[in-house]
């Protein structure tokens, strides 16, 4: 199993601060990784795929980089819905799995 | 759009059983797999159990193995997860999302892009 490993657990950001986060696959992955927004009560909703590509409706404020085993999400300039736990998806082998989310707050 | 509805989930007792169903609609459901994702309460995401596009190819993770089924009625638009000899650790959200594999075009990418408001499961004595 691909163990996904997500840095920081949580990180405290102003609105209009950029916000980096951090994914990394206990093996390599190619760019078979997924990036998931969840807010509080909602389901989970797809921001990246790819690695790098944009879902369809996700604002440009978001991107993704990486491949192999390191990837980074990317929001440039937070808005106050982007507050919220984010996910990172290997689909690169089964059984897919995520990592431990990490919780974006206003600072 | 598209829609995914999951019912079915309640309040249990460990060892016993439920049904949760995913009524989908707004894009052609025979041509895509389907997942469980489950939540325990305040806990991260656990991906359960895939479905195929054809119903004929099923995958589960380790700890649901022989007592989860997933399946599929076509023509109900519906994939439903029997979950039986529930155990407390069985307690948490239960997510139906579509994967974006497009069986009939051969294009997309097999990730959740879709997910339904989830159906909770309560496993208690």
């Known amino acids: 199993e691909i163990v996904m490993t997500q840095s920081p657990a949580s990180l405290s950001v102003s609105p209009g601060e950029r916000a980096t986060l951090s994914c990394r696959a206990s093996q390599r992955i190619s760019s078979f990784l997924a990036w998931y927004q969840q807010k509080p009560g909602q389901a989970p909703r797809l921001l990246i795929y790819g690695a790098s590509n944009r879902a369809t409706g996700v604002p440009a404020r978001f991107s993704g980089s990486g491949s192999g085993t390191d990837f980074t999400l990317t929001i440039s300039s937070l808005q106050s819905e982007d507050f919220a736990v984010y996910y990172c998806q290997q689909y690169n082998n089964w059984p897919r799995t995520f990592g431990q989310g990490t919780k974006v707050e206003i600072k | 759009q598209v829609q995914l509805v999951e019912s079915g989930g309640g309040v249990v007792q460990p060892g016993n059983s439920l049904r949760l169903s995913c009524a989908a609609s707004g894009f052609t459901f025979s041509s895509y797999a389907f997942h469980w994702v489950r939540q325990a309460p305040g806990k991260g995401l656990e991906w359960v159990a895939v479905?195929?596009?054809?119903?004929?190819?099923?995958y589960y993770e380790d700890s649901v193995k022989g007592r989860f089924t997933i399946s599929r009625d076509d023509s109900k638009n519906t994939v439903y997860l029997e979950v039986d000899s529930l155990r407390p650790e069985d307690t948490a959200v239960y997510f139906c999302a579509k994967d974006g594999f497009d069986y009939d075009t051969l294009s997309g990418f097999p990730i959740f892009d879709f997910w339904g408001q989830g159906t909770p499961v309560t496993v208690s004595s």
């Open positions: 479905i195929s596009y054809d119903g004929k190819n099923k």
